[in-house]
Structures are given as C-alpha cells and as structure tokens.
C-alpha cells in the first residue's frame, strides 16, 4: 500500500510523503506505483525554488517538508501533485491511500 500524507498550514500544503509500494503487479510491470512516481518526481522537478523545502527521493519514499519561504508557484506545484495523487487513489483505493491534516 502506498502511504500518502499532506500536512496544511493556513492552507498551504507545508508536507507531502508519499511511503510505500503498491503492489498491484510484480515490480516493473506496477502500473500504479508508476503513476504515484511519476507525479511524485514531476512534481519535485517543477519546483522552481527547491532549496525552500527538505527534499527526500529514495525508492519507495518521497518526503517533501516546507523549511523556508515557498512562491506561490510551488504551493501550486504541491497542490496539483496531490490533487493527481488523490486521482489515482480514488481509482485505485486498494493500494493507494490519502490522509490531510491541518487547515
């Protein structure tokens, strides 16, 4: 199952992991785990001020926390990513999970 969490503050998305595997399929042929990846790493790649956030890329875990001042740019970028994490889970609610927390 694949993890996704997005904390808020004053409603800007200031975390955003996305933990796990969804084991839809042998590794390879995970459709799914491809469709989390790569909105995840797109994502991460659009950023245009990725030294305002702690970045960690790792098989299986991405974690995405806020630790200086973002443009609105890339809270837009966040927003987006999630609002395609939450597509993919509504469709395949099995293996992907979605939490939010905050305001």
Not at 13 to 31: F, M, P, Q, R, T
Not at 49 to 55: D, E, I
Not at 63 to 82: C, F, H, P, R
């Amino acid at each position: 199952m694949i993890n996704i969490n997005a904390n808020r503050k004053d409603g800007k998305i200031v975390y955003l992991s996305v933990l796990g595997h969804a084991n839809y399929d042998e590794k390879g042929k995970d459709i799914v785990c491809s469709a989390v990846s790569a909105v995840s790493v797109g994502g991460i790649n659009a950023l245009k001020n990725p030294k305002a956030f702690n970045l960690k890329v790792e098989s299986g875990e991405v974690e995405i926390s806020l630790v200086g001042k973002a443009n609105e740019y890339d809270y837009q970028v966040l927003e987006t990513m999630l609002i395609q994490l939450k597509s993919i889970a509504e469709t395949n609610s099995k293996y992907v999970k979605v939490i939010e927390k905050g305001n």
